[in-house]
């Protein structure tokens, strides 16, 4: 929920009114205090730098979205929800600046963890399965469309209609080998 500047601030406030309540010998208040720095800690482990990443990134603020997600310095501490939402973060911001190869990595990985919505895992599983046509590797594209087609049911029309255009993008292809591809982006 802070960046990790607020953070330090809030932990730097609580830590003096430690020092001062130890002072004073008011030992409930101080052991109040040790405890907000001790979820404070807590929180940046578990929770991290996402919130504000995610309000960056949902501006098109892609720079700023990328300095909120480098403050995490081990996303697999993340908690669970948590680390789905950064790698699909992630993913995005790899799509924006055209690394594809890193953002299919991400969004394999936040399709392993559990997103916000359904419609959120099917993203995932699309835009894994939209790179792997690009860089001609159709047999992973058609199984990430298989996992995105069981949730069929439960996702916008408008996801609906991705998938269908991925689909037919795989029928007109289906004489060309992976080495194709592969072969055509190495030029």
């Not at 995932?124 to 049911?153: F, P």
Request: aromatic share 12%.
């Amino acid at each position: 929920m802070f960046s990790n500047r607020i953070r330090i601030f809030i932990a730097f406030i609580f830590l003096l009114s430690l020092g001062v309540l130890m002072y004073f010998r008011v030992y409930e208040l101080a052991a109040v205090a040790a405890m907000m720095i001790i979820l404070l800690i807590w929180d940046y482990f578990r929770q991290g730098t996402l919130i504000v990443a995610s309000r960056h990134f949902h501006v098109k603020d892609y720079d700023k979205t990328a300095a909120s997600l480098k403050e995490i310095m081990k996303p697999e501490w993340l908690s669970k929800n948590r680390r789905g939402y950064y790698e699909f973060i992630y993913g995005g911001l790899c799509l924006q600046r055209q690394e594809f190869e890193e953002a299919e990595k991400h969004y394999e990985i936040a399709a392993q963890y559990p997103l916000r919505s359904v419609n959120d895992h099917v993203a995932a599983l699309v835009s894994v399965a939209n790179i792997s046509i690009r860089r001609g590797n159709l047999e992973k594209a058609q199984a990430y469309l298989q996992l995105a087609e069981k949730h069929k049911e439960k996702i916008t029309a408008k996801m609906k209609e991705v998938i269908n255009r991925l689909q037919q993008e795989l029928k007109k292809e289906p004489g060309k080998k992976s080495q194709d591809f592969k072969s055509q982006d190495s030029r």
